[in-house]
């Protein structure tokens, strides 16, 4: 009999824990001027008698769980620049909350009656924050302007990058962005500013992320309208430089009962002027060219998404996105040949037409259950996308004697380029959270194919002549299957840990028709992150992130023709291009909201890039792609935002940005090595309840880094914005005043030659906006895009 009564007792007490944990208490916290989740935010509880204390943080769609026992606890839900909830709980039964509505803190509030505004910039713990509605840069301007002018990130030469962590990749609403380079230059143009909510900055993404991108994320959030409202924006754009374009762009948003509807039409048409200049020291003389073009602005893009709840737990959405543009260039390529003695010894003028025709289409199917109300869901996106492109380059190259007399027609050709792109990807993601740790997992499967093609026609006779050895075909297919797995949890009330890995697994297959060649490229890789956060108290936060990213080829990168610039210029891709990986190490620490300070470390391997050279012997310049190098960058970032004055805010920022590179292959160069000096200052003057003048500025010494070496920048830009009533607004922006922040001294030296680059795009302008709004101007930001972006990132 002792023995079953201890037997029972010991039962009893194994089983004890869980009676007595049988309850939870459950919620969902948003932000009340966005309605958007916030993840991450702290949730502590303590016992009326501050006996125990128990806490989580809320997953990355704003749900929380907690399992206690039965009481009365005092319930704290924070996050940094918002307001504290505490509340009072009694626990019986398990208890649902509902949402929870934080507010901004009062730091970041105007002195307008039971009206919020944001900041222009935010820093939270994970990412930086670009509010672009609070920017008067970014009015009537397009995407590709609101990314100039956002904290840390560099646009440069058709690249995108957060300051000091190389090549980055854009996202469009969490998912990677399909194009590159000039594509995704010219789909970003198309897409008004009026349509972008904010930009997040995310030095070291989570996960659930694709892990492509060896510098991080630049994340484009888009906007949709609230529950119950309508709203529609207009705007009419001027840009004045040496030419001129005009754009006019109009967003709808509609949000009624279980249809939520958005969408967007813009177009643009005129031109701007681009001039560039070479200098080549080849061991016997030296050219000098000069580039005096137009390049064409035309185009037309739209896009749509629309959501419909079939019942309160399962929504299901259509979206398109669609662009079509005619960057074409009109211009004059004078190269002009000088001996060791500067003497001029023949001219060579290079005219020419560049007709270009690209259009893509991107459409996406998702659906949403939400399991319980608890904060398990599933999601599934299937996404289809295509991209085609026609390239024609029409030359002629006229050759004058040094003293300006015509020696003839020295070359003419028609090069003509296509390529055309198509993706097809679905996947599965799972929100699970649990009693100590919130997970998400999920898979992936993407499918690319790709077919281009080079014909180079001769036409110094007078007539077409197909060159055979300088036209090309050119087919390559991928396949990437992943799966991910990644959870967050409070291992005290102060620290935070969140954790994920990501299992990639690639095969390519590149065929070159003119040799017969064929390049297979399979690997499986493991991409981890860990992020920890501690907050000490309300003054100051810390977090240590690390985490690995692979940089996979763009598609014509990997493309092994040669697109001819004009007779003895080239450019050529290499389809044994391999991808690039980085190891990223970031520590930080926010004092008062205030003050952020930023150590990081990012290891490059294998990195890969394009390769100025020239041949001495035929004096011809050639653009090539290599995996040539290992590279340790490294930094300190100080940020501070000033909003003590009513009238007056400020953001700024101090970077020192440290490169060391070593080459792994030999090309007749050697590594430059040295250190960056950037500093940012955004500032926005209240002039009146209607009047703001913004002023924004930035500074890049001249640097050496890897392959190049970079000449200083500057830039001053001057906007003031008007609104003579609550709907009409008219914006005036003057970028670049001194003319001194395009790329400049751009120097490579390859076996021996050196090279000195120059571009100058326009840098000054002058752009006048009239904005238009009505309806109900409440804005949201919607949670959906494509499940293909990677992919379509690399379409360049």
């Known amino acids: ?47 009326e008698d501050n006996q125990s204390t128990t806490g989580t943080t809320t997953d990355e769609n704003g749900f929380f769980i907690v399992k206690v026992i039965s009481g009365t606890y005092n319930l704290t839900i924070s996050f940094i620049g918002y307001k504290s909830i505490a509340k009072t709980v009694s626990v019986e039964e398990d208890v649902n909350l509902g949402t929870i509505i934080l507010q901004e803190s009062a730091q970041s509030l105007n002195e307008i009656v039971l009206k919020s505004e944001k900041r222009l910039i935010e820093r939270k ?40 962590k190389g090549a980055t990749q854009v996202m469009i609403n969490d998912r990677i962005s399909p194009l590159q380079g000039d594509e995704l230059a010219s789909f970003l143009s198309g897409i008004s500013a009026s349509d972008i909510q904010k930009i997040e900055v995310i030095t070291n993404p989570p996960a659930k992320y694709e892990a492509t991108g060896n510098g991080g994320l630049i994340n484009i959030i888009l906007k949709k309208g609230v529950q119950d409202s309508w709203r529609n924006s207009t705007i009419l754009s001027y840009n004045q430089n040496q030419y001129s374009f005009a754009s006019i762009s109009n967003n709808f948003f509609y949000n009624k009962d279980k249809i939520s509807f958005s969408g967007s039409l813009n177009a643009t048409k005129g031109g701007v002027e681009n001039l560039e200049g070479l200098l080549i020291d080849y061991p016997t003389n030296n050219w000098d060219i000069a580039v005096d073009s137009e390049l064409g602005k035309d185009q037309l893009s739209g896009r749509f998404l629309m959501d419909y709840a079939i019942s309160e737990k399962i929504t299901m959405g259509l979206q398109y996105l669609g662009n079509t543009s005619k960057p074409n260039i009109t211009g004059t390529t004078t190269s002009s040949i000088f001996d060791n003695d500067n003497n001029l010894e023949r001219t060579l003028v290079n005219q020419g037409d560049n007709d270009v025709d690209n259009n893509n289409h991107s459409l996406n199917f998702h659906a949403i259950t939400q399991l ?6 599933i999601s599934f996106d299937a996404d289809y996308f295509i991209f085609n492109s026609e390239n024609s380059r029409d030359f002629i190259t006229e050759q004058f004697n040094n003293s300006g007399t015509s020696q003839g027609i020295n070359s003419a050709a028609l090069n003509i380029a296509n390529q055309e792109i198509e993706n097809f990807s679905s996947k599965i993601d799972v929100e699970f959270p649990g009693k100590k740790i919130n997970l998400s997992y999920g898979i992936k499967a993407s499918f690319t194919r790709t077919k281009s093609d080079a014909l180079y026609y001769d036409k110094l006779s007078g007539y077409e002549i197909l060159d055979p050895q300088r036209s090309n075909e050119f087919d390559y297919q991928e396949d990437v299957l992943a799966g991910y797995i990644s959870g967050n949890a409070t291992l005290s009330r102060n620290l935070n840990v969140q954790f994920g890995l990501r299992l990639e697994d690639t095969r390519t297959k590149g065929i070159n028709a003119e040799v017969s060649e064929e390049t297979v490229n399979k690997y499986l890789k493991l991409f981890p992150t860990i992020y920890f956060s501690y907050t000490n108290n309300d003054d100051n936060d810390f977090s240590l992130s690390y985490g690995r990213r692979i940089n996979r080829p763009n598609f014509r990168n990997l493309n092994p023709f040669r697109f001819y610039i004009n007779a003895s210029s080239y450019s050529v891709g290499n389809p044994f291009l391999q991808p690039s990986f980085s190891d990223n190490l970031e520590f930080n620490h926010l004092y008062k909201r205030k003050l952020n300070s930023s150590i990081f470390l990012s290891i490059i391997t294998d990195g890969s890039g394009t390769v100025f050279t020239s041949d001495a012997e035929n004096q011809t310049q050639i653009i090539t792609r290599e995996n040539y190098f290992k590279q340790y960058n490294y930094g300190i970032t100080e940020s501070y935002s000033f909003n003590n004055i009513k009238w007056f805010k400020s953001d700024n920022s101090i970077n020192l940005l440290g490169y060391y590179t070593k080459f792994t292959k030999s090309f007749g160069a050697e590594p430059k090595n040295g250190v960056q000096f950037y500093l940012t200052s955004n500032n926005t003057f209240s002039l009146s309840d209607k009047t703001r003048l913004q002023l924004n500025s930035y500074y890049s010494s001249q640097h050496n880094r890897g392959l190049f070496s970079v000449g200083e920048m500057f830039d001053l830009s001057l906007g003031l914005q008007h609104s003579f009533s609550g709907s009409l607004q008219l914006s005036i922006l003057l970028s670049d005043v001194f003319n001194t922040a395009s790329l400049n001294n751009y120097v490579s030296t390859v076996n021996g030659i050196e090279q000195i680059y120059r571009q100058n795009e326009s840098s000054r302008n002058l752009r006048v906006s009239l904005s238009y709004d009505f309806g109900n101007k409440k804005v949201n930001v919607k949670n959906r895009n494509f499940g293909n972006d990677e992919e379509q990132k690399r379409s360049n």
């Open 1 to 47: 009999m002792k023995t079953k009564m201890r037997t029972l007792a010991f039962s009893i007490l194994l089983l004890f824990p869980a009676i007595i944990y049988a309850q939870s208490i459950s919620g969902k916290v948003m932000d009340v001027t966005e309605n958007s989740a916030i993840p991450f935010a702290n949730v502590i509880l303590t016992r």
């Open 372 to 377: 319980d109300t608890l904060g398990k869901s």
């Open 125 to 164: 713990i994970d990412r930086l924050v670009f509010n672009v509605d609070k920017s008067i840069a970014s009015t009537g301007g397009n995407g590709l302007d609101v990314l100039k002018i956002t904290p840390r990130v560099q646009v440069q030469n058709g690249s995108f990058e957060i300051l000091g």
